[in-house]
């Protein structure tokens, strides 16, 4: 009789110990997609009208190109916002293309970088 209730409350025990540590990690898995979409929705969209490298930054322990894009607004041209973008995963585009920039925002010496991961066409209808 002992070691049957030994064993029933052992059961129980690493029952509840599997349910707890598969609630935690659900709860950080979750997080970390959430963060993640969050940084896939951040995005900067208009049509390149100037684009000029401006320098390299030390990123992630490298070297990187830095480039001052201009971006006129697609429905109003006369209103542009230059950005210090870095291409860290993808290539840096041509003027006139109108394109959605996906990114995640740096700040290093005092200075906000643009990390682009990602380039999409806009079409215009």
């Known amino acids: ?19 707890i540590i598969a609630s935690l990690t659900y709860v950080r898995v979750e997080s970390l997609r959430q963060e993640q979409i969050k ?20 990123y992630h322990g490298s070297d990187v190109i830095v480039w001052n894009i201009t971006i006129s607004k697609i429905n109003d041209v006369r209103e542009n916002q230059s950005y210090n973008m870095i291409f860290d995963e993808t290539y840096p585009p041509h003027s006139g293309l109108n394109l959605r920039f996906y990114y995640s925002e740096f700040i290093q010496n005092d200075q906000t970088y643009i990390n682009v991961t990602s380039v999409a066409k806009v079409d215009l209808l």
């Not at 009789?1 to 349910?19: A, D, R, S």
């Not at 009208?49 to 030390?58: D, E, F, H, V, W």
């Open 1 to 19: 009789m002992h070691m049957k209730f030994t064993g029933i409350v052992g059961v129980i025990v690493i029952t509840l110990l599997v349910i």
């Open 39 to 58: 940084m896939d929705t951040m995005f900067i969209e208009g049509m390149v009208s100037n684009i000029t490298q401006s320098g390299t930054i030390s």
